[in-house]
């Protein structure tokens, strides 16, 4: 039709197709695409109904991309994946259960995992995942107990990540992990 669609971002999947998010029949969600008609298709309505998921990523491990997106009410922003297939197109693990959701953010891929920051109880902390459920946990606890880590920024930095966070003694500073 003469309407445009509007695309968020592009990035491959493997060497014949690219994942994107783009707002199709009333939301956004991701699509695949392998650059033809019939091989371009929305991967799945995560935010289902007329609302939108708008996910977007957060780093790729091999031929998976792991991202970010609102799975609705009783699941909020989450820790998602996609092998750009429909059946491969999933949550990987709610780590904060109920509607808020956890907001992973500041994806950092080293040595196979995805680091990245997200919220639980224990505020904004360091997580990992291999983009299984299993494979995702918290890597840290940087300010103990329910205090808020604030982390954010991370950055890949040869074989370490280094990201700013809180301990709850010298406010935000500069720290460093080594997997």
């Known amino acids: ?73 009783g699941i909020g922003r989450e820790l998602y994946r996609t092998d750009g297939t429909k059946a491969g197109t999933r949550l990987v693990k709610d780590l904060l259960a109920g509607a808020g959701g956890s907001d992973p953010r500041d994806g950092v891929v080293l040595n196979g995992r995805l680091y990245f920051a997200a919220v639980t109880g224990a505020g904004r902390e360091l997580w990992v995942s291999d983009g299984t459920k299993a494979g995702t946990k918290r890597v840290a606890d940087i300010n103990p107990g329910a205090g808020d880590g604030k982390v954010q920024s991370l950055t890949k930095v040869g074989s370490r990540i280094v990201f700013f966070a809180d301990d709850g003694q010298h406010g935000v500073e500069p720290w460093t992990y080594a997997p």
């Open 1 to 73: 039709g003469p309407d445009s669609t509007y695309i968020r971002w592009l990035l491959p999947i493997s060497k014949t197709r690219m994942v994107f998010r783009a707002d199709g029949p009333g939301d956004e969600e991701p699509w695949v695409t392998d650059g033809t008609t019939a091989g371009t298709k929305r991967l799945a309505d995560l935010y289902p109904g007329s609302s939108s998921s708008q996910a977007y990523p957060l780093g790729r491990i091999g031929s998976v991309l792991l991202m970010v997106a609102d799975g609705g009410p």
